[in-house]
């Protein structure tokens, strides 16, 4: 059974960076996402990368200051996030899909994992 884990969460200063991981056991699905929840808000996608070509796709809030990318070799996801910003807060979700075809919305995505906390400071 596919188990995804993320890991790499913490407390940071604005303007900082932090890197989430997304270790995934089971079969390899085709498409991957982060999507974060921030207190009161709705679950919001943030970035995907499909699995096989590498293709990626973010949010306008994080373009220029976030990074998703793949590890094959390692079954690992990865979010590379730099200049934090307070609005950033958040519990970060990874997601996975058996479809690889570019999907924004939560309701596309098969598996998930339990989220890891990032909170940025002003």
């Known amino acids: 059974q596919v188990q995804l884990v993320e890991s790499g969460g913490g407390l940071v200063q604005a303007g900082g960076s932090l890197r989430l991981s997304c270790a995934h056991s089971g079969r390899t699905l085709s498409r991957y996402a982060w999507f974060r929840q921030a207190p009161g808000k709705g679950r919001e996608f943030v970035a995907t990368?499909?699995?096989?070509?590498?293709?990626?796709d973010y949010a306008d809030s994080v373009k220029a200051r976030f990074t998703i990318s793949r590890d094959n070799a390692k079954n690992t996801v990865y979010l590379q996030m730099n200049s934090l910003k307070p609005e950033d807060t958040a519990v970060y979700y990874c997601?996975?899909?058996?479809?690889?075809?570019?999907?924004?919305?939560?309701?596309?995505?098969?598996?998930w994992g339990q989220g890891t906390q990032v909170t940025v400071s002003s």
């Open positions: 997601a996975a899909s058996t479809d690889f075809s570019l999907s924004y919305s939560i309701s596309d995505y098969n598996y």
């Open positions: 990368v499909s699995w096989s070509g590498g293709r990626t």
